[in-house]
């Protein structure tokens, strides 16, 4: 997908044709069932000594029915909304940018964590100006550095392993 | 009576002194730095100013950390008001009708309301700490873990109200927050539950991660979809506080907010947490036009905050009063007292009378600063919604994600935001309200412990939950409330059929 | 601006040069707590750092990484760059009782460091419910013994101090078999302890004291061979008649494995000089936490103890574990 595709086309996205009440319920099944999965290897207990496999599994049943009754009501209401259109430029650019944060922050520092983030991060809007968006995005780090390092006195690594 | 003035006389003849002034108003100032910036909370930064105050005497300090943690309180809602982002539990509530009005321009009169009402709510609170302090902490001692159990279910069907759409919907979103609450460690076998072999989750999920991933950066991802409404927040401005048909409104609800928050401050395990959920729900019930809910009412912010501020501060009765810290940011302050010499327990209030009555009126002082602080500071606060909004969700991330890191100072929980910014962003396009389910994340943990001690103490019995008599009341609340929610949609289904 | 310029020297000094004690340190020191701020650990561990950080000349920066009973941070600690800039605030948890209690263990407490040197201990307690029946010590384990799993002890969670020095209470009394009730700390416990929910548990000082005072709890022994000037009155587990239970939670500094001779050196004898800094040993004292003495102290003592304690906790854990599995 390249910059000027998404520009081009701004609903550039990914759409589900199905009405969202059979779609959010299959969700929700989906999640209950996978934690049932998981947590199948833990004990129940007894009443007297509630095991660690209780609760998980008795609330990741109850998802599972919750989910099921929610898709067969979606299934019933023929008028109702469909799934809305899934954007993919937005979250997209805004988890990239947030997984450069991680990566970066330990292993360069806060000095390249925070100015790449941004950029990363605001390629998810088609407003966004390259050159605007760098120098603002070392005013940011340069202030974060300040806030967060002199005034807070927080252990954020500015130059890692040194600062 | 009179002990108790001459108490609080002495109490601000201490906090009054130049320096204790001085330190009161570095913490508050400090503390509104603090919460307003996303996800930096009071511990880690409490934690960090430990050392610098051991050149302080230990009343000075204290008061300086106590200004710290109730001035990060306000600030919190600033953010959750202005950006949607919930620093911790308490101000997910407020996002709810507070950002709400902040798109309609009336950003300046949600945080007026804000402040004014937890105002308020502070100086009732500092009122009903040095009064009852003691006979409160009784109170609080009739609450076991059946009790406390019985509490949170209460709770969880406060939940089920905070969401404008399907009750049906928001159930299930609270029990998928159930379950994200089990992943870690298991509290009594210390077996790890559904943590993928994961180590960092083997101490469960953190809510800040979870908060910011699901709120605050999901809420970004709506605004990027859809252009036209993150413009209104741009565009109008409104007027900056609150006007006086809109102080009438709130004030029914500052009291109540008060009230409830208060009361559930003194709870030890955290029971501050559901003030602004209850406060939120009974004015949710109570008003004439609940549709009004989610879309900007000025009771959803001023109860919610009130209650917020009132059990901010009544936390620290079972501090005082019995040394025992209520939540994490209170066990700081124990650290902090323990590192002045001064161990907390049943007898500071006599053996240091100083301290004691010193840092109640501190609370007070501190609140009127806050206020001080916080009013003239609106206007910029608002002003800083007129950035284009290409340039402030980047900056919003970025401190975001320092926010993050500092919590633990660990990228694995920058990490686990991002899945749950994606997760944020299903849920919101299948329907999902995400209020309900941190609820359901937050009570989730508390209710299982309570659960299961519950069980081991009566043997295997449910009985225990009806047997006594406070724990019966409130199971016996919460069923009714059960019923009254229910009883619109049933209504609503029945008319859909008429209709038909 | 002094910081900074202070800072930007100090980094190109360090870049590319190998730490030497010549000029270590030339940079902060971080000390990882493996705890949440604000416990005993954290207070000891702030206590310790601020005389050291004036004798070094360079502050010591506490980061706290918590979790699944401090050995989250000590294995991120164990796996820093051996260059004195990380060290640790390790504990009879981490380094004593862990290695029974995690069959996963990523660091093997004996030979993953380079110990510096014991800090501070805090003696632990048995009390219980201000109306428990039991006079004295002797009343209090012929009562637990003859109630069987009627006996309600409560704990601060899986590795908690409370958790184990219970256990190794309760192994220490024939015939007893407390139901353990677990906690999200040591707060929760304390709270249900003082309203009768609960009949006993074991604890540090630090943590009881004030309660015991204030009459709010009972006491029936501290587990040192010596009473504590916070507790004249109480009487030791020897006095009152069970003189094996003898456990004090210690906490040491640790660095990771193969740091530099003389870094070590220096940080020994800094933290021997900070142990005696009058005013780190008021605050101590105050704590109600035993410094120790002489022998005790530097790299070598640690390395005894922590081989010591790991041999004591490991069957005392791995019993109560078979028996859980009962």
């Known amino acids: 997908m390249s910059d000027q595709g998404a520009e081009a086309k701004k609903q550039l996205g990914l759409s589900i044709p199905m009405r969202q009440e059979i779609a959010a319920g299959i969700f929700l099944m989906l999640i209950g069932l996978f934690f049932v999965w998981q947590s199948s290897d833990l004990p129940m207990g007894t009443l007297r000594a509630v095991g660690p496999g209780m609760l998980p599994r008795a609330v990741a049943v109850m998802l599972v029915v919750g989910g099921l009754i929610l898709s067969i009501m979606g299934f019933l209401d023929k008028n109702g909304p469909m799934v809305p259109l899934f954007a993919l430029r937005g979250p997209f650019f805004i988890i990239a940018g947030i997984l450069c944060f991680a990566v970066l922050i330990r292993s360069v520092g806060l000095i390249a964590a925070g100015p790449v983030a941004m950029i990363v991060a605001s390629f998810a809007s088609p407003e966004t100006r390259i050159v605007e968006t760098t120098i603002f995005g070392v005013i940011m780090t340069a202030v974060c550095i300040f806030l967060f390092k002199y005034m807070l006195n927080l252990p954020i690594p500015v130059i890692a392993n040194y600062w | 009576m009179e002990t108790l003035v001459a108490n609080l006389y002495h109490g601000f003849g201490v906090a009054l002194t130049l320096q204790n002034l001085g330190l009161c108003f570095l913490g508050c100032m400090i503390g509104t730095l603090i919460g307003v910036l996303p996800g930096v909370g009071p511990i880690a930064t409490i934690a960090m100013l430990l050392p610098i105050t051991f050149g302080l005497p230990p009343t000075g300090a204290l008061i300086m950390l106590a200004g710290i943690y109730y001035g990060a309180q306000y600030g919190g809602s600033t953010t959750a008001i202005l950006v949607n982002i919930p620093g911790e539990a308490t101000a997910v509530v407020t996002c709810l009708d507070g950002h709400q009005m902040a798109k309609q321009g009336r950003a300046g009169t949600a945080l007026g309301v804000a402040a004014l009402g937890s105002f308020f709510a502070g100086t009732v609170a500092t009122i009903f700490i040095a009064a009852m302090g003691e006979p409160l902490t009784k109170l609080a001692q009739l609450f076991g873990p059946a009790e406390y159990f019985s509490l949170m279910v209460m709770g969880l069907v406060f939940s089920t109200v905070l969401a404008q759409g399907s009750v049906y919907k928001a159930i299930l979103m609270v029990l998928l927050g159930l379950l994200l609450s089990t992943i870690g460690t298991d509290l009594e076998t210390g077996q790890e539950r559904i943590t993928l072999g994961i180590q960092n989750l083997s101490d469960g999920l953190d809510f800040t991660p979870l908060a910011m991933g699901i709120f605050g950066f999901a809420e970004i991802l709506r605004n990027l979809d859809t252009p036209e409404a993150r413009d209104v927040v741009r565009t109008a401005i409104g007027k900056l506080l609150p006007s006086w048909d809109e102080i009438k409104q709130a004030t029914p609800a500052v009291l109540r907010g008060t009230f409830i928050g208060g009361l559930l401050g003194i709870l030890p395990g955290n029971g501050a947490v559901l003030g602004p959920f209850a406060s939120y729900t009974i004015e949710k019930k109570i008003a004439k036009d609940p549709s009004r809910f989610g879309k900007g009412a000025i009771e959803g912010v001023a109860g919610p905050e009130s209650a917020n501020n009132a059990g901010a501060q009544t936390a620290f009765i079972p501090l005082l009063t019995l040394g025992i810290p209520p939540n994490a940011v209170m066990a700081l302050m124990v650290g902090a007292m323990t590192i002045h010499g001064i161990i907390p327990g049943p007898q500071v209030m006599t053996k240091n009378p100083d301290l004691f009555w010193g840092m109640i009126a501190s609370m007070w002082i501190g609140n009127a600063m806050l206020v001080i602080i916080n009013l003239p500071l609106i206007g910029m606060w608002v002003k800083l919604l007129k950035v284009p909004y290409r340039m402030m969700f980047p900056a919003i991330l970025i401190f975001c994600c320092i926010g993050i890191y500092s919590v633990n100072n660990a990228m694995e929980d920058v990490l686990s935001c991002a899945f749950f910014t994606f997760v944020g962003y299903l849920l919101i396009k299948f329907g999902y309200e995400p209020a309900p389910m941190l609820l359901g994340f937050v009570l989730g943990k508390l209710m299982e412990e309570k659960f299961r001690q519950a069980m081991i103490l009566s043997r295997g019995s449910f009985w225990t939950f009806v047997e006594r008599p406070v724990s019966a009341v409130l199971l016996a609340i919460a069923v009714l409330l059960l019923i009254i929610a229910a009883m619109p949609s049933i209504r609503a289904k029945r008319e859909e059929v008429f209709v038909e | ?326």
């Open chain 3, 1 to 326: 601006m002094l910081r900074m310029t202070s800072a930007v020297v100090g980094m190109t000094l360090a870049l590319g040069l190998p730490a030497n004690a010549q000029n270590y340190p030339t940079r902060p020191i971080s000390m990882i707590v493996p705890f949440a701020a604000g416990g005993p650990t954290d207070v000891i561990a702030r206590i310790v750092a601020d005389p050291m950080s004036r004798l070094l000349g360079q502050q010591i920066v506490i980061e706290n990484v918590a979790g699944a009973g401090g050995t989250t941070g000590i294995t991120r600690a164990a796996g820093a760059k051996p260059d004195g800039y990380t060290i640790m605030m390790g504990h009879m948890g981490t380094h004593g009782v862990a290695p029974a209690l995690y069959p996963n263990l990523k660091y093997n407490p004996a030979t993953d460091f380079t110990p510096i040197g014991n800090a501070a201990g805090t003696p632990i307690i048995i009390v219980a419910k201000k109306n428990h029946p039991a006079k004295d010590l002797k009343e209090f384990v012929a009562w637990v013994a003859k109630e069987g799993d009627k006996a309600n002890q409560a704990y601060a969670g899986t590795a908690s101090v409370s958790h184990t020095t219970g256990i190794l209470l309760v192994s220490m009394i024939p015939g007893a078999k407390s139901t353990l009730v677990p906690y999200t700390g040591t707060g929760p416990a304390l709270n249900d302890l003082i309203a009768g929910q609960v009949d006993f548990m074991t604890d540090q000082i630090v943590n009881v004291v004030e309660q015991i005072k204030g009459g709010a709890i009972k006491a029936y022994g501290i587990a040192t061979p010596k009473r504590s000037p916070a507790l004249p009155d109480l009487p030791t587990t020897i006095e009152a008649g069970l003189p094996s239970y003898q456990v004090s939670a210690w906490n040491a500094v640790f660095g990771p494995k193969g740091m530099p001779a003389d870094v070590t050196a220096k940080l020994q004898d800094v933290l021997n000089k900070a142990l005696d800094d009058p005013n780190a040993r008021k605050r101590l004292d105050e704590l109600g936490a035993v410094v120790p003495e002489g022998a005790d102290r530097g790299g070598a003592a640690l390395q005894k103890l922590v081989e010591s304690e790991v041999a004591r906790w490991s069957p005392v854990i791995k019993d109560a574990m078979a028996k859980e599995k009962k």
